[in-house]
């Protein structure tokens, strides 16, 4: 655990569970206000949460080699919890739209 100082530290651990709390947030939010898109939504958030956690790992292990893996995961993960969470805001903006086309279609009725 010495490749990295203590601020580098700081800042991956502090990266892990700052998604906890978005996550944490987003699901308190769900029940509140009652939106099923947002419980669709957590678990966009997750891919990215395992992101930080394989990077913590592979430091954790000194960098090992036999971990390299884990960069070419972690990588992954990344991409992949980036197209999730662009497809899920542009779903929850076009549901948005529909709900604000069906609102105006009631008033003028």
């Known amino acids: 655990m010495n490749v990295l100082s ?25 029940k509140f206000e009652k939106i099923p898109f947002f419980k669709k939504f957590i678990l966009s958030l997750i891919p990215s949460f395992c992101s930080a956690l394989s990077v913590c790992t ?16 972690q ?7 980036n ?3 662009y497809i899920s805001i542009l779903i929850y903006k076009n549901n948005i739209n529909k709900k604000k086309v069906l609102d105006r279609k009631k008033i003028k009725c």
């Open 83 to 85: 197209l999730i969470l």
């Open 75 to 81: 990588s992954f993960l990344t991409l992949i919890s």
């Open 58 to 73: 592979l430091h954790f292990f000194n960098n090992n080699e036999s971990f390299y893996l884990l960069i070419n995961f």
């Open 6 to 30: 203590y601020l580098t530290w700081l800042v991956h651990l502090t990266s892990v569970f700052e998604w906890l709390n978005i996550i944490y947030i987003f699901i308190l939010y769900s």
